[in-house]
């Protein structure tokens, strides 16, 4: 376990690929959410959602956070304190890049972005404290 990605971690997380979000209810029990993510060039792992999301009041609550991204032989967990943006101009430029990131018919890009922004929306941006990798091969 250490605070930074590998190589071989970085590419692993910038491939096709979704996550899984853990937040803290007020209980101790975890929430879970699958998330749409991108990493950015400093190792933070950006994502947006709606505002009055359960996952939102959970971390204004408790801020930390853990995030997997895996498939059948290979995973990176990361985690960590989240930080909460609401600046909507801010939001919408990380809503953009995740847009363009997963929906790949650019013509429908602007639309998604307008429908998903016409609702308050935060952004989520972890900069991993720990990182765990694993994976089958030792050829990573």
Not at 2 to 28: H, I, P
Not at 90 to 117: C, F, H, K, S
């Amino acid at each position: 376990m250490t605070n930074t990605l590998s190589d071989w971690a970085g590419e692993f997380l910038r491939e096709d690929r979704v996550g899984v979000l853990g937040t803290l209810n007020a209980d101790g029990s975890p929430h879970l959410s699958t998330m749409w993510y991108l990493l950015a060039d400093d190792g933070t792992v950006v994502m947006t959602t709606l505002s009055r999301n359960k996952k939102v009041k959970n971390l204004r609550r408790d801020p930390r956070i853990s995030f997997c991204v895996g498939d059948r032989t290979r995973s990176v967990s990361l985690s960590g304190y989240v930080t909460i943006s609401e600046d909507q101009a801010a939001v919408q430029q990380d809503l953009e890049r995740l847009v363009e990131r997963y929906v790949t018919d650019e013509g429908i890009r602007p639309g998604v972005v307008a429908t998903w922004m016409r609702q308050s929306q935060v952004a989520l941006h972890l900069k991993p404290e720990r990182v765990t990798e694993f994976s089958v091969s030792p050829l990573r």
